[in-house]
């Protein structure tokens, strides 16, 4: 349910309609617009509960329950985009951003390399898992807190913001040490235990759908993660498993306006992981912005024959490049804007 507050409603009247609200048992979230708060109370309704007790409260414009089970990422909550900010980086406004960078960090070098070669073609945010959710075990599983370390280093040599994942709770505080925004990979999209802790943090988060979630699904873990309290957080639409195997995934564009018009979470694509082969990537990244997303995570990689882990689906540097001015054309028409190059993100 959200209350909805008069215009330019009092503090002590939203600060007493907080405290009905949580001696009812509700949590109280609150989203302050222009000229409107307005108060998620989400929580199980008690047999006590009368709407009209609510709505009678001085400065209270109007109560209306919301149906869908997600209630803090719905559009009810919160009616405007959510902006996300990371130093001079806004997430989800009329800009798209751009996450490159390897699939995983694989030593000083190489993410040196890459970090510099991305920011060149102008990407604001550097990718590269430093956990990897490998489907074998013998498979290169990551540097752990030694890529984190060289990620965080180029990122601050370069002016990038960065981006990793964690796999799970005991990776989480050696994450926060290092970087700028927390991947929860599709593997672990319903991990609540994971989502839980991550609601606790004041970092964001960016939430890669599952390759079997619906929509409701994925803004249901959004909820887990705002319900603690983390409401900045980022949708990664990354494909999903279907029937079709010349593809890795089929990457659904279609939840890029679905999400849009249910929630006010920024929608990121993963091209790369959506298709699983270089020659698409490029394709998909420009259909992509086309259909409104606010921001694209690519793989990029200095020498992707030789990559440890998504190699096929990398781009080389120039690829990349050429990319980013095709994307320059195609954000105008769509009333959006490639995120300006500045020296220093951070
Ligand atoms: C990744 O971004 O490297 C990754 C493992 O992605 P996903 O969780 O979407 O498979
Ligand atoms: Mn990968």
Redesign the pocket.
């Given at each position: 349910m959200v209350i909805v507050m008069k215009d330019h409603a009092e503090e002590t009247d939203v600060k007493n309609v907080t405290d009905r609200l949580k001696s009812l048992g509700f949590d109280v979230h609150r989203s302050d617009g222009v000229t409107r708060t307005v108060l998620g109370a989400v929580g199980e309704k008690r047999p006590e509960f009368d709407r009209r007790d609510i709505e009678l409260l001085p400065g209270v414009l109007e109560v209306i329950p919301i149906t869908k089970p997600y209630k803090l990422a719905s559009r009810e909550f919160h009616a405007d985009d959510t902006v996300i900010s990371i130093g001079n980086l806004k997430i989800g406004d009329d800009t798209v951003v751009l996450m490159a960078g390897p699939?995983a960090v694989e030593n000083r070098d190489q993410i040196m390399l890459i970090a510099e070669q991305v920011k060149k073609a102008g990407a604001h945010v550097l990718r590269g898992?430093a956990f990897?959710?490998r489907t074998s075990p013998y498979s290169f599983q990551g540097l752990g807190e030694e890529g984190l370390k060289y990620m965080r280093e180029a990122g601050d040599k370069f002016g990038l913001a960065i981006i990793s994942?964690v796999m799970d709770v005991s990776q989480l505080e050696v994450c926060l040490k290092y970087v700028d925004i927390l991947?929860v990979?599709?593997?672990n999209m319903q991990n609540f235990i994971l989502l839980r802790e991550l609601g606790k943090v004041r970092k964001p988060v960016l939430l890669?759908r599952g390759m079997s979630a619906t929509i409701e699904e994925w803004l249901m873990a959004a909820e887990y993660l705002m319900a603690g309290g983390n409401y900045d957080v980022m949708l990664c639409e990354?494909g999903i498993r279907t029937f079709e195997n010349y593809t890795r995934n089929t990457l659904d564009l279609s939840a890029i306006p679905v999400v849009q018009k249910l929630s006010h979470l920024p929608i990121i694509v993963?091209p790369s992981?959506g298709t699983g082969r270089r020659d698409k990537v490029a394709p998909m990244a420009r259909a992509a912005v086309a259909a409104g997303a606010n921001g694209l995570e690519i793989e990029v990689h200095s020498d992707p024959d030789h990559a440890m882990s998504?190699g096929a689906q990398s781009l080389y540097p120039e690829q990349f490049e050429e990319l980013v001015s095709e994307l320059k054309i195609i954000a105008p028409a769509v009333k959006k804007k490639i995120q300006p190059y500045l020296d220093n993100l951070l």
């Amino acid at each position: 349910m959200v209350i909805v507050m008069k215009d330019h409603a009092e503090e002590t009247d939203v600060k007493n309609v907080t405290d009905r609200l949580k001696s009812l048992g509700f949590d109280v979230h609150r989203s302050d617009g222009v000229t409107r708060t307005v108060l998620g109370a989400v929580g199980e309704k008690r047999p006590e509960f009368d709407r009209r007790d609510i709505e009678l409260l001085p400065g209270v414009l109007e109560v209306i329950p919301i149906t869908k089970p997600y209630k803090l990422a719905s559009r009810e909550f919160h009616a405007d985009d959510t902006v996300i900010s990371i130093g001079n980086l806004k997430i989800g406004d009329d800009t798209v951003v751009l996450m490159a960078g390897p699939c995983a960090v694989e030593n000083r070098d190489q993410i040196m390399l890459i970090a510099e070669q991305v920011k060149k073609a102008g990407a604001h945010v550097l990718r590269g898992g430093a956990f990897k959710p490998r489907t074998s075990p013998y498979s290169f599983q990551g540097l752990g807190e030694e890529g984190l370390k060289y990620m965080r280093e180029a990122g601050d040599k370069f002016g990038l913001a960065i981006i990793s994942e964690v796999m799970d709770v005991s990776q989480l505080e050696v994450c926060l040490k290092y970087v700028d925004i927390l991947q929860v990979g599709a593997r672990n999209m319903q991990n609540f235990i994971l989502l839980r802790e991550l609601g606790k943090v004041r970092k964001p988060v960016l939430l890669k759908r599952g390759m079997s979630a619906t929509i409701e699904e994925w803004l249901m873990a959004a909820e887990y993660l705002m319900a603690g309290g983390n409401y900045d957080v980022m949708l990664c639409e990354r494909g999903i498993r279907t029937f079709e195997n010349y593809t890795r995934n089929t990457l659904d564009l279609s939840a890029i306006p679905v999400v849009q018009k249910l929630s006010h979470l920024p929608i990121i694509v993963d091209p790369s992981h959506g298709t699983g082969r270089r020659d698409k990537v490029a394709p998909m990244a420009r259909a992509a912005v086309a259909a409104g997303a606010n921001g694209l995570e690519i793989e990029v990689h200095s020498d992707p024959d030789h990559a440890m882990s998504d190699g096929a689906q990398s781009l080389y540097p120039e690829q990349f490049e050429e990319l980013v001015s095709e994307l320059k054309i195609i954000a105008p028409a769509v009333k959006k804007k490639i995120q300006p190059y500045l020296d220093n993100l951070l």
